[in-house]
Nanobody
Framework: QVRLEESGGGLVQAGGSLRLTCTAS????????KGWFRQAPGKDREFVAV????????QYGDSVKGRFHISRDKSRNTVFLQMNDLKPEDTAIYYC???????????????WGQGTQVTVSS
């Protein structure tokens, strides 16, 4: 089965940093793209970042460019989201998803993790 598990969320003050981890099960095709989205209460799930499965640049949502960085380990089963200079508006549940192609559209993602809460205090 394709399974994803996020970790690393927590409470941080504005200006601080957190590093999220998404671990995919061994059955998750390594050729699938892995992306991060977030959802705040009452809002739609918003694109944050995506790592293409092979060569090619990562993509970022406009609100996180220059502050967040997505990376992966050599196995390509784990992706990380380094979040710096966090702001209160970054508060949300962060979800990891997989898609057959690198995409910024949540509808292209077939599987999701359970999410991890990130709370940024002012």
């Amino acid at each position: 089965q394709v399974r994803l598990e996020e970790s690393g969320g927590g409470l941080v003050q504005a200006g601080g940093s957190l590093r999220l981890t998404c671990t995919a099960s061994a059955r998750t095709p390594s050729a699938w793209a892995k992306g991060w989205f977030r959802q705040a209460p009452g809002k739609d799930r918003e694109f944050v970042a995506v790592m293409p499965p092979n060569a090619g640049p990562a993509q970022y949502g406009d609100s996180v460019k220059g502050r967040f960085h997505i990376s992966r380990d050599k196995s390509r089963n784990t992706v990380f989201l380094q979040m710096n200079d966090l702001k209160p508006e970054d508060t949300a549940i962060y979800y990891c998803g997989v898609a057959r192609r690198s995409s910024t559209w949540r509808g292209d993602y077939s599987h999701w993790g359970q999410g991890t809460q990130v709370t940024v205090s002012s």
